[in-house]
T-cell receptor, first 113, second 111 residues
Framework: NAGVTQTPKFQVLKTGQSMTLQCAQD?????MSWYRQDPGMGLRLIHY???????DQGEVPNGYNVSRSTTEDFPLRLLSAAPSQTSVYFC????????????FGDGTRLSIL | QQQVKQSPQSLIVQKGGISIINCAYE??????FPWYQQFPGKGPALLIA?????SEKKEGRFTISFNKSAKQFSLHIMDSQPGDSATYFC??????????FGTGTRLQVFP
């Protein structure tokens, strides 16, 4: 049972490039979310999904897109990377919006030059 | 009103000592207060959680103390060990609302 798997683990991009961070879970969880973690700011919610075909914005959604075509996968897309998006990105899942705990992946460390 | 304020930012404790991390909130609708533990290079993992109908919850060496009137809750780590060295996040949520995280406390336990 792999839990929440994030790829890649590390990525360096140039300003203006686009890329997709992958997230997959094998626990049949309905609720999935993306956070970014920055020093001194904790984890901030970017986007979340309560089920396949349903997504919504979190606290810091600008510059990011998501889609949820299957229960298992929840990719995060950076449309035009900016240095302010340098961060560690975590994907999480739980069996329902009210359900806890949220299971986190090990993160993608992204640097934008 | 959605913020969760966490202190201290960093904490150094000797092995065997007590580590205490504090969090405060404003939103009285919050009804779930978890603590997450994060080791370097890993994602956060749920450590212990409490709901406001109890004032204390203990799991092994880890205890959450909850003060509803003061809108504060804290994590106590008894007999702290070097293996407890990690970053700890408090969080809060209401019903199906999003989980709101504190800013984190980096704990270092020295032998």
């Amino acid at each position: 049972n792999a839990g929440v798997t994030q790829t890649p683990k590390f990525q360096v991009l140039k300003t203006g490039q686009s890329m997709t961070l992958q997230c997959a879970q094998d626990m049949n969880h309905e609720y999935m979310s993306w956070y970014r973690q920055d020093p001194g700011m904790g984890l901030r919610l970017i986007h979340y999904s309560v089920g396949a075909g349903i997504t919504d914005q979190g606290e810091v959604p600008n510059g990011y897109n998501v889609s949820r075509s299957t229960t298992e996968d929840f990719p995060l897309r950076l449309l035009s990377a900016a240095p302010s998006q340098t961060s560690v990105y975590f994907c999480a899942s739980s069996y329902s919006p009210r359900g806890q705990p949220q299971h986190f992946g090990d993160g993608t460390r992204l640097s934008i030059l | 009103q959605q913020q969760v304020k966490q202190s201290p930012q960093s904490l150094i404790v000797q092995k065997g000592g007590i580590s205490i991390i504090n969090c405060a909130y404003e939103n009285t609708a919050f009804d779930y207060f978890p603590w997450y533990q994060q080791f370097p290079g890993k994602g956060p993992a749920l450590l212990i959680a409490i709901r406001p109908d109890v004032s204390e919850k203990k799991e092994g060496r880890f205890t959450i103390s909850f003060n509803k009137s003061a809108k504060q809750f804290s994590l106590h780590i008894m007999d702290s060990q070097p293996g407890d060295s990690a970053t700890y996040f408090c969080a809060a949520k209401h019903n199906t609302d999003k989980l709101i995280f504190g800013t984190g406390t980096r704990l270092q336990v020295f032998p």
